[in-house]
């Protein structure tokens, strides 16, 4: 699970993609065209959540979970579904994630990373959201 924070700047995604780098080894799970779509579904996500604190979600990104609000949380449920990784009702989908982040990393470790980060329910479908990114921006490392 790769996830953007847009601004409503169409570069979103590389900019993203630049801080979001190991220093020595860029982890993105991401092909080009996913790349393209998943800034598509975050643009649209922040379309459905204007009220989303801007601050919040450059924290978010560096891997600053302090100031997650409620809507913040919404706004990545939203992501998720629209990448068809969490369903309408809020269960996550592991088994397609695994397919579509295996088409450039490895499955064996895209199949921990994913049933790992998996596990841990939210009292209600933003709360999932938000304990699944949470747990990928923990783990990535083991993608390597």
Same mark, same amino acid.
């Given at each position: ?36 779509? &998943? @800034? ?6 922040? #379309? ?13 990104? !560096?891997? !600053?979970?302090?100031?997650? !609000?409620? @809507? ?22 592991? !088994?397609? &994630? ?7 990393? #490895?499955?064996?470790?895209? #199949? @921990? ?15 999932? &959201?938000?304990? &699944? ?12």
């Amino acid at each position: 699970m790769c996830v953007f924070f847009p601004t409503r700047s169409k570069t979103v995604a590389r900019l993203v993609y630049c801080k979001t780098k190991n220093k020595s080894t860029a982890i993105s799970p991401l092909t080009e065209g996913q790349m393209k779509k &998943a @800034e598509g579904f975050a643009l649209g996500c922040l #379309e459905q959540h204007k009220s989303l604190n801007k601050e919040h979600l450059l924290l978010l990104k !560096d891997g !600053d979970f302090s100031k997650v !609000d409620a @809507e913040t949380k919404c706004f990545l449920r939203c992501f998720l579904q629209e990448a068809k990784f969490m369903d309408a009702s809020g269960k996550l989908l592991s !088994d397609y &994630a695994i397919e579509r982040l295996s088409l450039s990393r #490895e499955k064996s470790k895209v #199949e @921990e990373l994913v049933k790992k980060c998996s596990v841990a329910e939210g009292e209600d479908s933003c709360e999932t &959201a938000f304990k &699944a990114v949470e747990c990928y921006h923990r783990e990535k490392a083991s993608l390597l």
